[in-house]
């Protein structure tokens, strides 16, 4: 083999499979910000060509030949092209673990499936998303049986998610939250609640997209390469390159604080996605490494620093300027508004202290449907009580219990828990980068350059080069560790609760 030439062909396969990415990407952002709603149909049959034409190129024998010729000269190639053989591989031998047809017919499921959540949430019907529910968790099972028949089908995805993950850790660490953060809530609703009248009016769209706009400029996002779009939940998406992301929002009418923090978290996931190093662009190591690392950085942004004292000072004139009816309140009140704890119904709209267990309710419901205990059609029934015993609140109906979110019709059986891992992530990353920025003093003069220079350096250069546990060791250079999260967030309620 010649090790020039089979460089070049590495490359070019990698190409090829980023420009179909890019054809897929943009039909599904399509699908969820302007398409018609008549159109689910057309998409999936464009989606069936589309995922067809890349099964074959991922199991073709050339390919295959070509790889396992590079994995025998490792020692050869650069540390990039280590990881992306590594990769590849791993996916190829993956992709053809699944018969064509049925990750053909998978797919397809997954944008009728998406179609139907959306009708279902409107109308709070779950019975009419039930059926396709039951097939996304039964493939899902089905799957993992053939990827890995070893591990449990559960374990399997967390994996797939985060590297490394098993339930076994799981369980360890929502046990330790679960310790030290239900006595917390109990203490921080027993104090007088803060009154968050701050936040709410009648805030018009364009008003909430000047924000917006502001706050992408503000947080250092380089909006020739990133767009903005609405759809009913915000997400982040990479359209064939790191040159080209898309974040959205939802504007709500009477409180603006919903769309601005969703900007920031996904904002936080643009800036780790067009941080990466240009050469990985068009390669499998371009965007970043896991879901927990990804959300170690929205929630920084959301969370760390946008609910800090310091920010909440800084952009307090800004919102006064673009909503009129801001002015006759302080700069605490919108602090101590946005860091409100306050048990409620819809995840994304959780405050810090209580957002946890709202991922340990979905973590318990998936692990029991994977492990045959629970049936998709008890699913609202066990939602509604965990989240009585949880959080104390009555859920009124599917639309704002089991509905809520768009992960499973996504398919994303396995994610939820790196929501929680990733907030423990940034609240060490934080303490890291304590030891060289300024971070609170930087943030409160609206300067985010050291602390994005910080985790360019540390984060989001390498994309998916390293794997989270080798990139969290080479960040904190020890092990991750759960309570520094949980010391960040007493010191989040103390500071507005002084409990
Ligand atoms: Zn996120």
Redesign the pocket.
């Known amino acids: 083999m010649d090790l020039k030439n089979a460089r070049e062909r590495l490359a070019k396969i990698q190409a090829k499979h980023a420009a179909y990415d890019h054809a897929l990407e943009i039909i599904s952002y399509d699908g969820m910000t302007t398409a018609p709603k008549g159109t689910a149909q057309n998409r999936a049959r464009a989606l069936s060509v589309l995922t067809e034409d890349i099964y074959k190129m991922s199991t073709s024998k050339n390919t295959e030949k070509l790889l396992e010729a590079l994995d025998a000269r490792k020692d050869e190639l650069t540390e990039a092209e280590k990881r992306q053989v590594f990769l590849l591989l791993k996916s190829f031998r993956d992709m053809k673990k699944i018969p064509m047809d049925e990750y053909v017919a998978y797919q397809v499921l997954l944008v009728e499936a998406d179609d139907v959540w959306h009708k279902a949430k409107e109308t709070s019907d779950f019975a009419l998303f039930e059926p396709y529910l039951e097939k996304i968790f039964e493939t899902n099972k089905r799957f993992a049986g053939y990827l890995d028949p070893s591990k449990k089908p559960y374990d399997y995805w967390l994996n797939e998610f985060e590297e490394g993950l098993n339930m076994k850790i799981c369980d360890k660490f929502f046990g330790r939250l679960k310790e030290r953060l239900v006595p917390l809530i109990e203490k921080a609703v027993k104090k007088p609640q803060v009154d968050d009248s701050v936040l709410k009016g009648n805030f018009s769209d364009a008003k909430q997209e000047e924000l917006a706009e502001y706050l992408m400029k503000l947080i250092g996002l380089d909006t020739d390469h990133v767009g903005l779009g609405t759809t009913e939940h915000p997400?982040?998406t990479t359209i064939g390159s790191h040159h080209d992301v898309r974040i959205t929002t939802n504007y709500k009418k009477d409180d603006f604080s919903s769309s601005m923090f969703s900007v920031i978290?996904?904002g936080?996931?643009a800036l780790y996605e067009t941080g990466a190093n240009d050469e990985f662009a068009y390669t499998v190591l371009d965007g970043g490494v896991s879901m927990g690392i990804?959300?170690s950085q929205?929630?920084f942004y959301e969370n760390i620093l946008g609910r800090s004292r310091g920010f909440c000072d800084y952009i307090f004139p800004e919102l006064c300027r673009i909503f009129p009816s801001v002015k006759k309140y302080t700069a605490d009140d919108f602090y101590k508004a946005v860091n409100k704890v306050q048990p409620s119904l819809i995840r994304t709209e959780a405050d810090e202290v209580t957002y946890c267990l709202h991922v340990m309710i979905r973590y318990e419901l998936e692990k029991r449907v994977m492990a045959g205990e629970l049936k998709v059609h008890d699913l609202p029934g066990e939602w509604n009580r965990l989240y009585k015993e949880y959080l104390g609140v009555g859920v009124p109906d599917d639309r704002r219990g089991v509905l809520q979110d768009s992960h499973w019709s996504g398919g994303m059986i396995g994610y939820f828990p790196s929501?929680a891992l990733?907030s423990a992530y940034g609240a060490q990353f934080l303490k890291k980068m304590k030891e060289t920025v300024d971070v609170d003093g930087d943030i409160a003069k609206g300067d985010f350059s050291k602390v994005n220079e910080w985790n360019r350096q540390n984060i989001w250069q390498y994309a998916s080069l390293y794997t989270p546990a080798q990139l969290l060791k080479r960040v904190l250079g020890k092990d991750f560790d759960p309570d520094c999260y949980l010391d960040y967030l007493e010191e989040k309620a103390k500071s507005v609760y002084g409990v």
């Open positions: 997400f982040t978290h996904e936080g996931h990804h959300e929205s929630r929501y990733g």
